[in-house]
């Protein structure tokens, strides 16, 4: 077998990797924040489903062609605002063209940094979502959750990562 000073070695340089944060997910655990009810008006969660302070919603949306690609046809064109998002950082949320029914068509994350400042201090933007069906588009809707920041996870990260993290983006045929 191993000699004790051998064996008091090993034990002592796994007490040092296990203290230092080095050990296999020591203590790391993960979780997701459960999603929000989408709206057109929402007021945007944390990952422990608090307020933020901002209101995210859609001004407007309609189908046209993209004056980039006008060869793909019709895609739908929306304006959204965020009230009380700070200027250069700020929360994120999903965007989906919906069916009558609330199923996805296809969604895509906003963010309010990527947004116009205007003079009431609100951010305004707008942008495109390509479906294959346009004719089917009863609405944009968005999901109050914050994707902004996820954070490393357990597995990226054993030592600092963890935690509660935005629940997974939506996707087409999610029911919102």
Known sequence: MFPVQARAGASLALAVLALSGCSSHWGCTDSTAERGEAGARVQ????????LGVTAHT?????EPHPQVPSEGSQVH???RFDGAEEGSGPAVDACAVDAERVALMCKTIHSSGAWPEPDGARTGD?????EHPGQVAGVLLIPNDQSHDGRSCEQDGKDGGGTHPPKRAGVGDRL
């Open 78 to 80: 929306f304006r959204y």
């Open 127 to 131: 942008d495109w979502l390509a479906v």
């Open 59 to 63: 001004v407007d949306w309609r189908l």
């Open 44 to 51: 945007v969660l944390d990952t422990s489903g608090r307020p």
